[in-house]
């Protein structure tokens, strides 16, 4: 809370022949240190308002900063703490059991390929797909010339190409 001084203070002051100058840090601190004495984990800017001070002293911790051999005890298990954190990650982050399982994606194939049999769907065989990859390929190589001789213009500059889609027929269009 800031200090503050009523003109009628200021008029009793300046009569009484006192100097009134803002002290620096008179406001007080806003926030503050605060350690853990067991562990020795220190909490940095901590608010110190009367609700959080009386909060942060009823869980225990102490305010301004740890001993160094506090500090040091802290820094000390850091690696034990990060090697748990790590083990806890690696658990979530993992793949699930049934993924790990050998041959599951042919197990999964398997039973996707009976339902479809059951329901009567066909099934395109291993030459059928390499047929269609080949022609699917072979619409994509398409012959590129990579240099023009000097003073010639490629077609592709001088003419706009359209796409032979179906457009819809503007009246017609309801």
């Known amino acids: 809370m800031p200090i503050t001084v009523t ?12 100097l009134v100058r803002p002290l620096a840090g008179a406001d007080g601190a806003v926030s503050t240190v605060f350690h853990n004495p067991k562990t020795g984990q220190e909490f940095v800017n901590l608010p110190i308002d009367p609700y959080h001070l009386g909060r942060h002293l009823r869980r225990g911790l102490v305010m301004g900063p740890a001993s160094p051999e506090l500090r040091e005890k802290w820094e000390a298990g850091e690696a034990e703490r990060q090697a748990a954190n790590d083990a806890l990650m690696a658990e979530h982050l993992g793949k699930s059991p049934v993924e790990e399982t050998p041959r599951f994606s ?24 390499a047929w269609e990859e080949g022609k699917e390929g072979a619409e994509e190589l398409a012959p590129i010339q990579l240099e023009l001789p000097f003073g010639e213009t490629s077609e592709s500059e001088t003419k706009h190409v359209v796409s032979q889609s179906p457009r819809p027929n503007a009246s017609s269009v309801e």
């Open 7 to 18: 003109d009628q203070e200021k008029a009793e002051l300046a009569a009484a022949g006192t």
């Open 106 to 129: 042919d197990a999964v194939a398997a039973a996707v390929t009976q339902v479809l049999e059951k329901l009567g769907v066909e099934i395109p065989s291993e030459k059928q797909e």
